[in-house]
């Protein structure tokens, strides 16, 4: 049974204030909090176990690494790949595209087209175009409805024998958006296009099943998940991994070196050059089993409804806009009153305890879109509750008169 007050408890940082008041946080698109069992993840292997990986033959070095091999394993069946070395951990979403980015270099020719989604992160547009800088490669991008989705008609058009690559956000942070995915994996595989999916937003909210998907590489971070930061995952088929040059030379990533000649070594270390986040990836791993406990279709149903709820309370202030209103969306919302810059709101909620984003989001392409600065952005999280969006709503209300 889903127990929102039970749930709080296992959440330190939420018996914190700010300013004197409690704290509401409403700022998970861009980290989650962290569960007491993922701190204790972190604490247990440095106090008991902390040792480097798959090259030690003492106890501490075995302990550390089958830990880190465990959690690997729990990430694939999270994730539903089909190999626990289809599972790259790297240090994050950015890390992971960056690594698939620099791997299509040596595939990539001149007129070669990639096409990217009007609704991308920052993460998910810069890596491209430098791609295409270095190979002569086009962008294209899925332009956008005024309601946050993807003019799908103009993706079908935009696909051809050129496009060698899709990328796409499964869910945009900056709205909420959940985009039809499947439709767009199946659509590039018909061209031979690979896609890469960004679950960076979407994982949270969502248990993705790469295989069901068919996607070629799905990537997320562990610090949206209750998992700590500097630690994510670049899901690959592994005839992609196979294929894909490593991103980096080291330790770790090797089979045999001499001045003459090095081979790599197997999947997943080819991609994992030097010593890595070994604490994150298993603390990566306990906040995996944390969020199994509750369910995804609990953590679901329950965002869905603070997101109802708060749309609705939101719609009653005078002048309120809400960017991104299509049906398929996760607990994000983005909005702006009157002409009142985003900034000023949130210095203002900030003073009454209340943890927002302001600002382009990292997805400025959408913020020229709509011709704004950026917005505020509420997300919300399944520790959260109908009472922190009242308090919320009381909040804004007070800001707007400060401010109009
Ligand atoms: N893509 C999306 C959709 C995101 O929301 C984010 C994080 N805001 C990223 C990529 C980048 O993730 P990270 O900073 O963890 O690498």
Excluded at 4 to 11: A, S, T, Y
Excluded at 173 to 198: C, R
Excluded at 371 to 397: C, H, M, Q
Aim: net charge negative.
């Amino acid at each position: 049974m889903f127990n929102v007050d039970k749930i709080r408890e296992d959440f330190p940082i939420l018996k914190r204030t700010i300013h004197g008041k409690p704290l509401v946080y409403f700022d998970n698109a861009a980290t989650s909090q962290t569960p007491q069992i993922v701190i204790d993840a972190i604490v247990d292997y440095y106090s008991n176990y902390n040792a480097n990986i798959h090259r030690g033959v003492h106890t501490l070095s075995q302990e550390a690494t089958d830990k880190y091999e465990e959690a690997r394993i729990k990430i694939q069946k999270h994730f539903n790949a089909k190999e626990a070395y289809e599972i790259i951990l790297t240090s994050g979403t950015t890390d992971s595209i960056n690594m698939v980015a620099s791997g299509f270099a040596s595939f990539l020719n001149k007129g070669d087209e990639i096409i990217v989604s009007a609704l991308e992160h920052h993460s998910n547009i810069v890596p491209w175009q430098m791609l295409c800088e270095k190979t002569g490669a086009i962008l294209k991008v899925i332009p956008m409805n005024e309601d946050g989705s993807l003019q799908m008609n103009e993706y079908h058009h935009l696909l051809n024998e050129n496009t060698k690559l899709v990328f796409c956000n499964h869910v945009s942070n900056a709205l909420g958006t959940v985009n039809p995915i499947k439709e767009i994996i199946d659509a590039a595989h018909k061209v031979n296009a690979a896609v890469l999916i960004d679950g960076a937003q979407a994982t949270p909210h969502i248990k993705p099943d790469v295989q069901k998907l068919d996607v070629d590489f799905y990537v997320a971070s562990a610090h949206k998940l209750c998992g700590p930061t500097g630690v994510g995952l670049l899901y690959g088929k592994q005839e992609w991994l196979e294929k894909l040059p490593p991103y980096q030379g080291g330790g770790e990533m090797i089979e045999t070196v001499t001045f003459e000649k090095t081979t790599y070594a197997g999947l997943p270390h080819k991609f994992e050059a030097g010593t890595p986040n070994i604490c994150g990836g298993i603390a990566f791993g306990t906040a995996i089993d944390y969020l199994n406990t509750i369910g995804f279709n609990a953590i679901a149903k329950y965002e869905n409804e603070l997101l109802v709820y708060g749309t609705q309370e939101l719609l009653k202030i005078e002048g309120l806009k809400i960017y991104g209103t299509t049906k398929e969306k996760t607990s994000v919302i983005s909005f702006n009153i009157d002409e009142i810059h985003p900034y000023d709101i949130g210095a203002i909620l900030d003073k009454l305890g209340i943890a927002v984003r302001t600002g382009h989001h990292c997805a400025q392409p959408i913020m020229n879109f709509y011709k704004i600065p950026g917005t505020v952005r509420a997300s919300f999280s399944f520790y959260n509750t109908k009472e922190e969006i009242d308090l919320f709503i009381e909040a804004l209300k007070r800001a707007k008169k400060m401010l109009a």
